[in-house]
Structure formats: C-alpha cells, structure tokens
C-alpha cells in the first residue's frame, strides 16, 4: 500500500492573507481532471515507476524494423502521458502552496522517478538516429508510424547534438539536480522572504509579491515610496544568495550547451525550435533603435504626475486614475467573452465554461506561488494560476493572458496526436497576447467617456512597454550574463548589479532617477531561470498585434487562418506555424510594426494630456 505523508500545518499565514483551507472551493482548480486525490496519484506513482522497468527490453530492436519501432512509440506515448498527468498534478498543488510538505514531498518523489526513468531511456534517441537515413525514410511510410512521422522528423533535427548511449545516460541522471537554483530561488522568494505589512488609509495591509503590484499602481506617491523599499529590503538581505542562485543556473546552461557541442548556451536554447540567432538580434537592435518613443512616454508621466524626479517607484501608477474600479471574477470573464467574440462561438463558449468553473486557481493565499500561468495537457483541462485582485484591471489583462494559453492547449491536445501537440513558447506567447490586444480594442471602443477610453490606451500602453520593451531589456540581461560566463567572468553580484543598472539606465532614459536598490530588479525576476525564454514574449507581442489586425480587419478565412494555427500544435516549427496564420516571424517587418503602434499609442496620450 502506498501512504501519503501527513500534512503539515505548522505555518501561520501572513496577516490578510487566508489560509489554502479557508478559501472557496469553487475559487480553486479541479485537478481531478488529472487525478481524483493524492492517493490516486501515489498509486499511479507506483504504476509508473513499474512502467519503466519495461524500457530496457526494447534496447537494440528499434532499428531491426518498423514495426519494432512502433511498438516502442506505442509503449512511450502510453508512458509519456501518465507521466505528464503525474508531473502537473505534483507540479500544480505545489503551487497551491509552496511551504506545504506533502506537496513538496510529491513534487521530489515525482522528479525522482522521472530521473531514474530518464536514465533508462537515454539510449533511446541515439539508437532511433543511428538508423540510417535509407531505413528510417522506409520506416516513416509504414502505416503503423504515421502519427509518429512528425515526433520522428523533429527528433532527427537533433541529431548533430545527441551523444553516444553512455553520455546521455549521465546527462540523465544530473538532471534531477538541475532544477535546483530554481527551486532554491521559488522557495526564497515565495515562502522564506517576509515583506511585512504597510500602514495604508484604509488599515495594515501585507506587502507580497502578490499585492506588490497593487502598492505600485497606487496614486499615493509616498505609498509607492515605502513599498519600494519595503518590497526591497528582504532581497538586499539576501543579495548573495540570489547572485549566487542565478550564476549557478547560468553555469548549468553554459556547461550543457559546450556538453553537447553548441556553439554557446543561447544557440543550444533557441535550436530546438529552429529559431535563428539572427531573430533574437533583430528583436534586440530594432528595439534598441525605437527607443525615443518609450522614452517620450517616461517624459510625460513625469509631467502628467507633476513630479520634481522621475523614480523607478513612479512607473506603474496610471496617468487617470479616476477610471480604476473593481471587477469581480464573473464581470472580467463577462469583459473577455464579449472581446473574444470574433474568435467564434467554440472558442468563446469553451473558455467561457472554463473560467466559470475550476480551471482556475483564482486568489492568493499564504505560500501559493506568485504570479500566473496556464498549464495545459494533453488529458486534463489546461489549468490556469491566478493570484486576481478585483481592483487591479492589470489582473483582467493577466486572465484574457492565461485564457489565451489554455485554449491554445485544448485546440492542440485535441487536434494532434501526444507526441506532437505540444507548441512551443515561441507560439505561446502569440495567443495569449491576441487575447489581451481584443480586450484592449473592446475596452476602448466601448468605454462611455473619453476619460475611461485614456485611461485603457494609458493600460495599453503599459502592457506593450512591459511586454514588448521591458522583456526585450530581461533578454539583453540574458544574453549578457551568458556571454560573461563564457568569456570567464564570474557572475558576482557587483557584475550583475551593474549590468543590470546600465540597461535600466539605457532604457528609462535621461528623466529617470534610479534608486540605489533598483538594479537588484535583476535578481528577483523568476523567469531567468527558463534560459532565453523572456525574448518570446517581445516576439510574441509583435506577433499577435499583426495577426490581431488581420484578424478584426478581415473575415471569415482569417479567422479560420488563427484558428488553424491553434490547432497546429507541434506539427511545425514556430515560424512554419505561424506563417499559417499569416505573420513572417523571420522578418524584422512585425517588430518595427510593434513598436509604430507603441508610437502611436503615446501619441494619443500626449494629445490627450
């Protein structure tokens, strides 16, 4: 019998931050789309783990015949998705409470597992290249491998970088211990820092990586002024750890890459979606010389607020203020399907039935991860992570984000077999920033005054800056931390901090006076710890405002177009797939249209004020 560890209730929560225990079920996921319990979880743990004792049996017959083949594709695909259920259900009620033991316990036993199975599969995709091109394009015409022929093709675009049996066998067994600085860093930030509370007009309120952003979005400038430093303080205290954290991460990149005969880590990071080097420099220097714009945009918020000093505590709080107000959950989802209308009545009725029942995770509670995400299977709903806030639009914003994600997840897994329907980030990020640009245009041609429709361009225009200038600045850090470690300097904090702090300086420009802890921003973002991912949210922008434009522009073929590229899934490349939809990635042409409508939006916002 398989026994689950007794919960732990030893924590006491923050003040005004509940319990997991106190919260509404129906304002929590329904994870038993991937498991009934923990116990059901635990005992296909155990299945799993039997499972695997099956794959050296297969060793050395791969290559004697198609069929041989096949039987190993039907055995790993059975394998690969109770795998991918046991992964997300540990993954997700980690993320309902990082602090929580059984969960934690889940998550190591799972990764354990995982790792042991690794190993015993690492001679698996070097046996599959080393048959030869004339058999293996034999064996992709037999009918038993026809769902499998696109899995195949991509599999054999690794092939200049896989190693020989032994080697991949030990790059297995290491990477249980890769996801270490990630951890270390999730549970610091997430769990370990304490922020404190704020004395507010309305009482104490608890400062947290949540509510962070709500601090920073309000009018009370002195406010703002002691969350900054509050919010700062705990990450000043623990400065080295977080460098030390990060350079590790960035060492385990750079280490793998040279491993595996990569010319350098940001190569090895963008091969596997074919992605040319040359389109995260385009990203970079077209961004780079668009500028003037972003840095007009921080010349007027310093009029518009009427301040002496531009600080970094002064960017979010938005130029209208009279028009920020509460929205419930039920009134956002009604604001987003009625934005998402000319995507159809199946995309908007399936999210609709989703956000109104328990894909989501949808408020804070002590120890649940910060931030939000969607996280889609091929068998169970595509679960969305909310941390929502009624009085921050931004959370409106965030939840169109992740809705964007989940359907692009449910059109997928629908449409394509397992092994191939997982799209990439690079796609990703496409359909979950269409989402927000519909919004935005359904905020703005339905608001009732000209005051509310300036005050969602002013939303627009944040939400661009962050997505398409500020993540191309997280990709600039990237690409520069990597190269340091490569070049043989030591990521110390001091090289970090001022790596940092130049390209805060670069991109808020000459009205911006940065704090002293300002450049300790660049030890607290978690997603460096998913190597070159950042840059996909700038591509990703530039991507959707196009296909956003063609899509309200034209008609019934256009729609089908991005519909069809939903459900491409991983049959292509990303830049294949979204040629489908009608966008050339490869271009600078998106990019440069990306940052005109930037532009133009500051534009209307100068004329306004």
């Given amino acids: 019998m398989v026994l689950i560890p007794v919960q732990d209730t030893s924590l006491a929560p923050a003040p005004g931050i509940p319990f997991r225990s106190e919260l509404d079920p129906q304002d929590t996921w329904d994870l038993s789309t991937l498991f009934p319990h923990d116990q059901a979880w635990y005992e296909a743990l155990h299945a799993y783990e039997k499972q695997t004792e099956q794959i050296p049996s297969f ?17 790993s695909q059975a394998l690969g998705i109770l795998e991918e259920r046991l992964h997300y259900y540990s993954d997700l009620r980690q993320t309902e409470d990082e602090g929580d033991n059984p969960a934690r316990t889940m998550t190591g036993r799972f990764m354990m597992v995982a790792a042991k199975a690794e190993a015993a599969a690492s001679w698996v995709i070097p046996e599959i290249q080393a048959i030869p091109d004339a058999v293996m394009t034999g064996f992709l015409e037999h009918p038993r491998l026809g769902e499998y022929r696109i899995y195949l093709k991509k599999l054999l675009w690794y092939k200049p970088y896989i190693l020989s049996d032994r080697e991949e066998r030990l790059l297995a067994l290491h990477a249980e211990g890769e996801n270490l600085p990630a ?116 010349s007027l918020r310093k009029r518009v607020l ?76 595509p679960y969305i992570l909310m941390n929502y806030k009624e009085d921050s639009i931004r959370d409106v914003f965030t939840l169109a984000h992740e809705g964007g994600h989940s359907m692009h997840s449910l059109y997928a897994a629908r449409s394509n077999p397992f092994m191939h329907y997982g799209y990439t980030i690079f796609e990703a990020e496409v359909a979950s920033t269409f989402n927000e640009e519909l919004l935005f245009r359904y905020l703005r041609d339905h608001a009732d005054t000209q005051e509310l429709a300036m005050y969602v361009i002013n939303k627009r225009v944040d939400d661009l800056l962050a997505t398409l200038y500020r993540q191309t600045m997280f990709a600039e850090f990237e690409q520069q ?129």
């Avoid at 610091?188 to 820092?193: F, P, Q």
């Avoid at 880590?265 to 420099?281: G, K, Q, T």
């Avoid at 808020?508 to 991912?533: C, K, N, T, V, W």
């Fill in 59 to 75: 060793r050395a017959t791969l290559g004697s015949s198609a069929e041989n083949l096949a039987d190993y594709l039907d055995f």
């Fill in 183 to 298: 951890e270390a860093f999730s549970v610091l930030t997430n769990v370990d820092l304490d922020f404190g509370t704020l004395d507010t007009p309305a009482g104490k309120r608890p400062l947290s990586q949540s509510t962070w952003s709500v601090f920073m979005e309000n009018p009370d400038r002195n406010l703002r002024r002691q969350a900054y430093q509050a919010f700062y303080r705990p990450f000043e205290a623990h400065k080295t750890t977080l460098a030390a954290l990060y350079g590790g991460a960035v060492k385990q990149n750079v280490i793998k890459a040279r491993i595996r005969g990569f010319p350098s880590a940001r190569a090895a990071h963008l091969f596997p979606d074919a992605i040319p080097e040359a389109v995260y420099d385009n990203l970079v220097s077209t961004i780079g010389a668009h500028l003037t714009p972003l840095h007009r945009y921080y």
């Fill in 306 to 381: 009427g301040l002496d000093a531009l600080r970094h505590y002064d960017v979010y709080v938005p130029l209208v203020p009279k028009a920020i107000k509460k929205t419930s959950w039920n009134e956002a989802v009604d604001l987003i399907s009625a934005a998402l209308e000319p995507l159809g009545e199946e995309y908007g009725q399936a999210l609709r039935a989703g956000l109104l029942g328990r894909w989501a995770d949808r408020y804070e509670n002590k120890g649940k991860r910060s931030g939000a995400f969607s996280a889609g299977t091929y068998r169970g709903d």
């Fill in 481 to 609: 931390t990597h190269a340091l470690e490569e070049g043989g300097t030591p990521l110390t904090v001091e090289v970090l901090r001022s790596a940092y702090r130049a390209l805060l300086t670069k991109y808020f420009g000459p009205e911006m006076i940065l704090e002293e802890q300002s450049d300790l921003e660049g030890l607290r973002i978690p997603h460096f710890y998913r190597a070159f991912y950042v840059y996909k949210y700038a591509t990703g922008i530039s991507a959707s405002l196009a296909l956003a434009e063609r899509v309200l522009s034209g008609g019934e073929q256009e729609r089908r177009d991005y519909v069809t590229f939903l459900r491409s899934g991983g049959s292509r490349f990303p830049i294949d797939s979204l040629k489908l939809a009608g966008v050339d990635m490869a271009s600078p042409g998106p990019v440069e249209a990306a940052c005109q409508v930037f532009a133009r939006l500051v534009d209307e916002l100068v004329a306004y004020f």
